[in-house]
T-cell receptor
Framework: EAGVAQSPRYKIIEKRQSVAFWCNPI?????LYWYQQILGQGPKLLIQ????????DSQLPKDRFSAERLKGVDSTLKIQPAKLEDSAVYLC????????????FGEGSRLTVL | AQSVTQPDIHITVSEGASLELRCNYS??????LFWYVQSPGQGLQLLLK??????LVQGIKGFEAEFKRSQSSFNLRKPSVHWSDAAEYFC???????????FGTGTRLLVSP
């Protein structure tokens, strides 16, 4: 079974530029998450989708971050314009759903903002 | 809101020795509790989880954890550490019925020969 796929694995940009990350969840997984992991910290949930609807985006900085999950499968996370403090690993995870469903994480996309 | 504290940033253990990683949570009731492991450049992998019932939970790779309500703790243990266990370990909590995980800051495990 293929796992959660993310791309690109690494991205270096200058502040005020834009960047987009892509995630392809495990086939059949209805729930998709984007987490931000800053160096030395635990992952923090940015947004949770159930199919193509947003369940929780309370910690998403909406002035610069956006995410979509068209057709309820792949998802894209965009940052525009990027700030230095956005340097982090962006983790995508998916699950079948339900309160006790296991989350499966991708390898992450590491962003460096100069 | 729930929160998680992992008091140890780094721990070094000799190969073959036992391991205990500490995790304390803050939540008004009994939450869902998880331990994840992250190897360098890899995503997080679930080691074990606790929802209810038996307070001693067995996981993969020989790990176990014990939920202690009186201490608000969910410590991870392994009787004999292998060099391949070197990684970062994250404790996480979720409110029952929800999948929003709140992670601790992690403990980096180093294994010495």
């Amino acid at each position: 079974e293929a796992g959660v796929a993310q791309s690109p694995r690494y991205k270096i940009i200058e502040k005020r530029q834009s960047v987009a990350f892509w995630c392809n969840p495990i086939s059949g997984h209805a729930t998709l998450y984007w987490y931000q992991q800053i160096l030395g910290q635990g992952p923090k949930l940015l947004i949770q989708f159930q199919n193509n609807g947003v369940v929780d985006d309370s910690q998403l900085p909406k002035d610069r971050f956006s995410a979509e999950r068209l057709k309820g499968v792949d998802s894209t996370l965009k940052i525009q314009p990027a700030k230095l403090e956005d340097s982090a690993v962006y983790l995508c995870a998916s699950s079948l759903g339900g309160a006790t469903g296991e989350l499966f994480f991708g390898e992450g996309s590491r962003l460096t903002v100069l | 809101a729930q929160s998680v504290t992992q008091p140890d940033i780094h721990i070094t253990v000799s190969e073959g020795a036992s391991l205990e990683l500490r995790c304390n949570y803050s939540y008004g009731a009994t939450p869902y509790l998880f331990w994840y492991v992250q190897s360098p450049g890899q995503g997080l992998q679930l080691l074990l989880k606790y929802f209810s019932g038996d307070t001693l939970v067995q996981g993969i790779k020989g790990f176990e954890a014990e939920f202690k309500r009186s201490q608000s703790s969910f410590n991870l243990r392994k009787p004999s550490v292998h060099w391949s266990d070197a990684a970062e370990y994250f404790c996480a909590v979720a409110a029952p019925g929800f999948q929003k995980l709140v992670f601790g800051t992690g403990t980096r495990l180093l294994v010495s020969p």
